[in-house]
Structures are given as C-alpha cells and as structure tokens.
C-alpha cells in the first residue's frame, strides 16, 4: 500500500482546516432554484489539460474573486473567513485551485487540487477512510454539539478512473445547522485529484466526476 506523503497532506489539510464549517446561505440568488442536471457545461481546469462537465447552475471563482468580496455575496462571514483560511492552506499544494460555485438551491462549493498519482484499490480506501473516521472521532468529542454521521463509502472504477468517496452529514444542534461534505479522490491514468464539496443539501457531484478527461 502506498499512499504518497502529498495525499496525506491534502486529506490533513482539510481535516483540520474545515470539518469544522457549517453556514447559513447568504445569497438570494440560490432560493428556489433547482438543481438542473439535464444541462450541463463543460470547465477546464486551470493548467491541468483536463476537463469536466457540471451542471450550468456552476461558475468558477478564482482564490482572488473568492476572497475579494464574492464569497460574501453567497455565504456567511464565518463560513467565509474559515474557507479562507482552507484556500490559504491549500494554495501551496496547487498554486491554481480550482473553485466551483452553484447558484441553485443545491448550495454547492467544489475545491478541486491536483496531487500526485495515487492507484486507488481496496487497501488505500480502507486507510483513506480509517483516517477520516479518526479526525471525525475528534472532532465530535471537541465539539458535544457537533454530530458527524457517515452517509456513504464508496470505491469504484470504470472507464479509465478510479473515484473513493467518502460522504458525511455535518450538524450541529446549538446552531440548528445541517450541511453535508465529501471527499473524493478521482484518480486517471495520469494523476489524481483530490475534490472537496460542500453542500446544504444531500445532493452531490459524484456523477459529474465520471466526465473528468484529459484534453491533450
């Protein structure tokens, strides 16, 4: 089994930096607005010759436009604040990070960062999500308000890719807040990446990975 020094870095990061977030949705843009699946458009990621395709509710943000007042628009302070500080720490990992917003009523936040090449099996799965469950552990008994319930693991394979995801239900009952996150680590024949969602419904974005491919 070998999971490389980089891949732990990415999953630690984002363990310590933002398991922790929960948010009230801001923005009047996403009330009402449903989830449209049937229209899709497609994104290049930044510097990575790949590309996939999300629903057309889905714009990409730059770290710059993030931090400089749009994220405000959408999410409260303390979500923002909080993700700041997950960008910070992850900018040095992938200098490009590529962000993606929903504007429906899905709610969604993607984070994608490009790693090292990692083959995903059996093996690297189990440790993947033995770590989590340990962090999660954690983060529960620093926070009795805090309830973490695993929803879904998951390793498949298929058409060039390997996806692991692990889904989890965040809530917490002094504030009255539920949201949910995922962890997916999408690997090609060439890298792999690992993709970070946010989201106030169940909903999820794993469908949309299997159009991940490589342009050049």
Request: aromatic content about 10%.
């Amino acid at each position: 089994m070998n999971i490389s020094p980089l891949l732990h870095l990415s999953l630690r990061l984002l363990l310590l930096s933002s398991l922790t977030l929960l948010w009230n949705c801001g923005g009047d843009n996403q009330k009402g607005r449903e989830l449209n699946t049937d229209q899709l458009q497609k994104h290049a990621l930044i510097n990575e010759g790949t590309s996939l395709s999300l629903p057309i509710s889905f714009f990409r943000l730059t770290q710059e436009e993030f931090l400089s007042g749009k994220g405000a628009e959408i999410y409260d302070q303390v979500f923002v604040e909080q993700f700041t500080d997950l960008l910070t720490a992850m900018s040095f990992e992938d200098a490009q990070l590529d962000l993606f917003v929903d504007t429906s009523n899905y709610e969604g936040l993607l984070l994608f960062v490009d790693t090292e090449y990692i083959d995903l099996n059996p093996s690297v799965g189990n440790a993947l999500a033995s770590q989590v469950k340990q962090q999660n552990d954690a983060q529960q008994a620093a926070n009795p308000n805090l309830e973490i319930t695993n929803m879904r693991t998951s390793l498949d394979s298929g058409s060039g890719k390997s996806i692991m995801r692990l889904k989890y239900k965040f809530s917490d009952a002094a504030y009255g807040l539920t949201n949910y996150r995922s962890i997916y680590f999408v690997s090609t024949l060439r890298k792999t990446f690992v993709v970070h969602e946010f989201s106030a419904t169940p909903r999820d974005v794993y469908d949309f990975l299997w159009s991940l491919q490589h342009d050049s």
